[in-house]
């Protein structure tokens, strides 16, 4: 596994745990020598305990070597970042060329080499004419094997997959990961053989229209607010559709993350090369960035448009619960123009303060919940962690009564409201 970040990683440990010999390979040798002591860099519940496992039964080794991991692995899996290009839209794909030359100056034998990071169409067929420059096309073959995970959910996802895609050009390939793949086929995951590209297409697909399900219902929501109507009754109403369903309907901030932000851009900076316009993903994108916007403007009419010197709490600040990743999450964008503004902002998230934070005005990270509430004049419950969902906000505060805005629709207003408190939610 080249890359030991969130898909090298938590695709590497599982693969170790299915009985596989598998080596973990990154240029950071200090995070090769934290994942030999067993602490994991990333937060991802049950990993840790994995990693620990198959380190100390030797099916899973870690090292800075890549040259010799190569030669001694049969199935090479490129884990790499496939960030958005700094200034422009298209995915920033120099980390995967930078390793498919290193791949091709260390082949000695027949090597299947996977692409699981994210990767725009024919960037397959970009890998296969690195390789040729040094090798022959018997000596290995490219795939795209995209992963499903989504975090906090990895090693579920991983173990129990909806789908294992594998797009080959060649039935040798196929055969030899529909193997390794087994175990999970044997419970019931559903294996597709497709073309290369196709698999490559797949991935950016499927992240395109769960994008657009999370921007479309929280379109909704506005709508909602407008018209005195429940989204949560919307939400039920539609997803119980089984043309539609039921996941990712539920409204909230801002999408964010490391996938449906760059995905989304990165299709449709695909699309523009083949001279296709795909005004949908397009108009996802747009709604999706003023996302935040229309949010901050909620937090200005709630106050009263006065912000200067309001104390506000932010519960949660990762873009969603059980991870620690910052990456496009709404409070990047609110924290900042609420400091601006003259707001006091404290938050508290469960995986502990952030360095995204740390030189904005104004801005402190406490340890409890206690803490971060204690004299606020409004407190945002900004990400569902379960550390939330049942907090007694009366016994909690015993001095002046604060504004509850909560953007997941955690709590029932009546129950709020009996506590005494302004409550303010999406869409209801």
């Given amino acids: 596994m080249i890359g030991t970040g969130y898909v090298g990683l938590v695709s590497g440990v599982c693969f170790a745990d299915l009985g596989n010999d598998v080596v973990c390979v990154d240029k950071d040798i200090s995070k090769i020598k934290l994942l030999e002591k067993g602490k994991v860099p990333i937060y991802e519940p049950g990993l840790s305990e994995l990693v620990i496992k198959n380190y100390k039964n030797k099916r899973l080794t870690f090292s800075s070597n890549l040259k010799k991991s190569i030669k001694e692995s049969d199935i ?120 290369r590209r196709s698999a490559e297409l797949i991935k950016y697909a499927s992240n395109s229209f769960l994008a657009t399900k999370i921007t479309f219902i929280n379109e909704i929501a506005n709508l909602c607010e407008k018209t005195g109507v429940n989204i949560e009754d919307i939400s039920i109403g539609i997803g119980l559709d089984k043309r539609i369903g039921s996941r990712f309907l ?102 502990g303060s952030k360095k995204e934070f740390e030189k904005i005005k104004n801005v402190s990270y406490e340890n409890s919940i206690k803490k971060s509430i204690m004299g606020a004049d409004l407190v945002i419950i900004h990400t569902e962690w379960n550390d939330f969902k049942s907090i007694n906000f009366k016994n909690l505060n015993k001095g002046k009564k604060f504004i509850i805005y909560d953007m997941r629709n955690i709590y029932t207003p009546s129950k709020i409201k009996i506590q005494g408190f302004k409550y303010f939610s999406i869409g209801r």
């Fill in 76 to 195: 090479i899996f490129i884990c790499v970042g496939t960030p958005t290009k700094k200034g422009g839209s298209s995915a920033d794909l120099t980390q995967i060329y930078n390793v498919a030359k290193e791949i091709s100056i260390s082949i000695n034998k027949f090597k299947i080499i996977v692409t699981k990071s994210t990767v725009p169409v024919a960037t397959g067929d970009e890998i296969e004419k690195i390789l040729l420059k040094k090798n022959s096309k018997k000596k290995f073959s490219v795939v795209s094997n995209p992963e499903f995970l989504r975090e906090g959910e990895a090693l579920r996802d991983f173990i129990y997959p909806d789908r294992i895609v594998v797009g080959s050009n060649d039935k040798r390939s196929n055969r030899i990961l529909k193997s390794l793949y087994n175990p999970l086929i044997s419970k019931g995951a559903s294996y597709i053989h497709t073309t």
């Fill in 250 to 351: 539920r409204a909230g901030p801002a999408y964010g993350g490391s996938c449906f932000p760059k995905d989304t851009k990165a299709i449709v900076s695909t699309a523009d090369k083949f001279k296709t316009n795909l005004s949908v993903i397009k108009s996802v994108i747009k709604s999706n960035e003023n996302r935040s916007n229309l949010l901050l403007n909620r937090v200005y009419e709630i106050l009263n448009k006065k912000i200067k010197k309001k104390i506000i709490t932010f519960l949660g600040v990762t873009f969603k619960a059980n991870t620690d990743d910052m990456r496009d999450s709404s409070s990047m964008k609110m924290i900042p123009a609420l400091s601006k503004k003259g707001a006091i902002i404290k938050y508290f998230d469960p995986t």
